[in-house]
């Protein structure tokens, strides 16, 4: 049995599409195995499992959007053969003929079956996939209206020398997906102390992503305040900046060396107990 090695591109869309319109994607998919492999095509929708990116796939008997595959050769769910090396173009399609405005959530599947299919073999190996983000509206921009729903700073004894921890969630309180596009932004006698820009999580429809940020290399980084911290009073903001209007939330916090004064307040007790015999036998002379 070959091993499964694909590529498809791209490895997500997103559009927004209007009544009684049609959209025509051309995927590029690449067999980098050494062997022959049967492939089939399929879309299956799924909605979030959670505030972490995990999706949960579910049947969807009657969608009110239509797919097929334009390729004159070939219909979606059609099995197909691709040699080593060798690269297919699939033409997918997508079809709305309602006018209903909301938000559909997809995934277009390559998947590799056993060669002997043919032969009463039913089992899938293995499969890649194509997000498709489809707002259908008849608008042509839609708004975004994100929010913080939660919040948080950890710890809760914010010292010099303890990492601060920003937490929280994004909430998406609009009709569609947007983009997380935003920044926080820490202050301290009014000047800008610490900024880091958040990461661009996509926000489905009544849904939630957890906070994170965005470093250089443009990876997700926890976003943490590095120490040691000057004591003393803070102020906060998270921007998200919508296409229509700014969100802001502000928060503050105080952070206090706990950890010097405790440490000072223990050397005085050592001292203390350290010279207190001596001075007992001074007194007796």
Known sequence: MPAFNLILKPAQIEIILKPNAIFTQAYEVTNNSSGTLLLSTSVSPWIPADNTGTVTYFDDPNPSLKFSLSNADLKLGQDFLLNPGQKKQLVFKINNPSTEESDHYLTFFITQKP???????????????????????SKSTLTSNLRISKFSLNPIIKDIFTPLKINGEIFNNGNHYSHIDGQITIYK???TYWQQNLFPYTTTSQNSRLIHCLNFQDEVIPCQLKIPLWPGSYQGTITLNGNVSKYEYSFQFFIFPYSIIISISLLFLLLFFLLKPKQSISSRR
């Open 115 to 137: 060669l002997n299919s043919a032969l009463g073999g039913h089992q899938n190996l293995a499969k890649i996939g194509s997000h498709l983000l489809v707002s259908t509206s």
């Open 189 to 191: 006698n009014g000047q």
